[in-house]
């Protein structure tokens, strides 16, 4: 059974920092790319951060770059997004998001996790 699980969500502090992390089952995870979105109350959800499945190049929202960093452990199946120097508006639910490496957004190979919280509020 596909699983994307998100964990690391929580309450900081303006400037503050998290780690999440998304773990990943039932499927070839080298052979995807893995997303980072978010979505706050009474808004649409929003692309964060983007990471393929293989090689390097990363790609962030304008609102999160330079702050953001997302990675990948393709040993442990696991994608991770740091967030640095977090604002309020920040405040979302956080969600991994994996796709079929040449596939396109209608694919049947798309699997979203649950979502984790994070608020960063004083």
């Known amino acids: 059974q596909v699983q994307l699980v998100e964990s690391g969500g929580g309450l900081v502090q303006p400037g503050g920092s998290l780690r999440l992390s998304c773990a990943a089952s039932g499927f070839i995870f080298d052979n995807y790319f893995m997303n980072w979105y978010r979505q706050a109350p009474g808004k649409e959800r929003e692309l964060v951060a983007l990471?393929?499945?293989?090689?390097?190049?990363?790609k962030y929202a304008d609102s999160v770059k330079g702050r953001f960093t997302i990675s990948r452990d393709n040993v442990k199946n696991t994608v991770y997004l740091q967030m640095n120097s977090l604002k309020p508006e920040d405040t979302a639910v956080y969600y991994c998001?994996?796709?079929?490496?040449?596939?396109?957004?209608?694919?049947?190979?798309?699997?979203w996790g649950q979502g984790t919280q994070v608020t960063v509020s004083s």
């Open positions: 998001y994996a796709q079929l490496a040449g596939t396109s957004s209608d694919s049947q190979y798309i699997y």
């Open positions: 990471s393929p499945n293989t090689g390097t190049f990363t």
